[in-house]
């Protein structure tokens, strides 16, 4: 049994003399029922069962009270002369005498063994302590974010209220504040403030900052370096990506440009002859490479906003029906092609519907890029309660299962593909930043399915009429 | 309206001419401004009967320019806007702006875009307003389409007054919004886009399809009349 140490000193000291008195009393009532039936001198030593308790519960010095106190009562209540703390045989002065000694080293022994075993317990907590300490630190990405957590635990550990650690900190504790320093070897970690009017428990304190602070430097150490890894990656990516951009650029924005360059300087000389034809031919030759390029233009400015992180969703309630319908009205005459099954009821999601635009343009672009002019393309959306499916189906020539993932990556596309590989790209990227993601299968029959999920959100009824 | 006096703000050169140069093409009287306080300037000089603006301009923004020219002036604006603008876009449309075109835009669709806007006179306040095949009778509040009655809710019936009371216009989302909720709107205005989707599966024959009901991009929506829109 362990007291609170977080109590109120004084509330401990009042239980402890309560249950003292309690305790004594109590024997003395037990020996007063017995006391006809047994000699009273041999009773005496029933108030081992008042003194053992207390000495556990409470410690020494109240023990060696308790012993006293039983001592006086027995006297005065059990050996004649009664009710007087005179004895009248000399053989019970000697009991007495023999009795609080007993009591004395046995309450002791126990109190000793109930420090051993506090002390047991509160190493144990120091251990378990440290173990989930170091695991909490070294699986976090941020140590600064758990260091409240820590704090908090700390010192509860060492019977204080509150305490809060800064990293490399050199702040001088400010005023009704104290504070130790978690050093390890020369190094000084961090600080550990507190209230002054609390004392950390000293051995406690000695045993575990030392521990703490060498956790903290080897977390630090880990977040450094895991940060460092983060930022080589990442300019590792955008290094393959500079190479992939450098490489479509040069090709698909020069090609149209040459079209359109040879068109118009055509167009402008006067020694050339056109019917008019080729002068149509010339003219669209312009704006159909014009309109390559946007596309191309608006892909590569979409794509580096998603390698940026500035493609940040302004997330809206939008219905499959709404996000389906700017998808179609963006399409323009190709749309004729696509057959769409809408659910029967409404279902919605909380996305930003210009980013969810440009996945199902992009998924519906693919569709149509990979299945002749005369199949149809079929788009049906559904909710499952959980999330938003919308579907799109082609009747091309369907798709590896080992290139579904790789068709997502940028300046990747399937086999027999022109094109640069960036609206799918773009389309899983703009999936991802809204919560949802986008994959690819073959479809049953032929063909290839492209699924967007995204997670669902409900209308209220009130809206929905 | 052939012959009216078109004002282009754009300090692109190479836009401007080949504004310039389709929009006589078309008929128009064109002058040219660098700049925002240029187009002040000459704006005041010779009123334009329309405006076609760029929302980057050197020295302000677009929309501060349609708060200026708004004080004074009626004449339909044009706002040019490129990927990426958007809320400047929406910023202008709300300080007055009448529409927008993206850049890159197409000729063709530039000019339609200015005939409908120097062609659309102030909101109708006729009772019974008709849109293709749509009918709305403020005064019954009653909708149909084709002859067929349509049952709607009172706030997709406010929506759709608002859009029909305002055919061919886009009505940004904000615009909407204080019409159909009230200035201090909230609540269900999160609604909007499941509302209008409600509503296309209400009137439109293919809901996916919308041809009356039309979503624009980061701005708003526009009600027009199919045949007009497809023509």
Partial sequence: MQLDLGRNKDTTRALAVVSSIGAVALVTAAIFALRGSVPVLSLGVLYLFAVLPVAVVFGLPYAVGVSIASMIAFNYFFLPPIHNLALRDSANWFALAVYLVTAVVVSDLAARSRRRTAEAEQREREAAFLADVAATLLEAEYVQECLNDVAERIAELLGMKRARIELESLRRPDKGEAAVDLQLGPRRVGRLFFSADETPNPDSTQRVLPALASILAVAFERERLSRAAVEAESLRRSDAMKTALLRAVSHDLRSPLTAIRAAGEGLGREDLQFDAADRALLVETITGEAARLERLVSNLIDLSRLEAGAARPRPELWTADGLVARAIETIGSDADRIEIALPGDPVAAMVDGAQIERVLVNLIENALKFSSTTDPIEISAEGDGRELLIRVRDHGPGIDPREAARIFEPFEHGTGSTGTGLGLAIASGFAHANGGRVWAEAAEGGGTVFTLALPAASVPAEVRA | ?231
């Fill in chain 2, 1 to 231: 309206m052939s012959g009216a006096h078109v004002l282009v703000v754009d300090d692109e050169p190479q836009i401007l001419r080949a504004l310039q140069t389709n929009l006589r093409g078309a008929g128009y009287d064109v002058e040219t401004a660098a700049t925002g306080e240029e187009a002040l300037a000459a704006a005041a000089v010779h009123p334009p009967d329309a405006v076609i603006l760029d929302l980057v301009l050197p020295d302000v923004h677009g929309s501060e320019v349609c708060r200026e020219l708004r004080q004074w002036c009626t004449a339909p604006i044009l706002v040019l806007s490129a990927v990426g603008d958007e809320q400047e876009k929406v910023a202008a449309l709300d300080a007055g702006a009448d529409d927008y075109v993206t850049k890159p835009f197409g000729v063709d669709e530039l000019l339609a875009r200015l005939r409908a806007a120097l062609r659309r006179a102030a909101p109708s306040t006729e009772p019974v307003l008709e849109i293709g095949d749509l009918r709305v009778d403020l005064e019954k509040h009653s909708v149909t389409v084709a002859g067929r009655r349509v049952a709607l809710t009172p706030n997709e019936f406010e929506l759709l007054r608002f859009l029909a009371q305002n055919e061919g216009k886009l009505l940004t989302h904000r615009m909407i919004l204080r019409e159909v909720w009230g200035p201090a709107y909230g609540g269900e205005s999160h609604y909007l886009h499941v509302y209008v989707s409600q509503l296309r599966r209400k009137l439109e024959p293919d809901p996916a399809r919308p041809r009356y009901l039309l979503t624009e991009p980061g701005a708003g929506y526009r009600l027009v009349a199919p045949l007009a829109a497809r023509s």
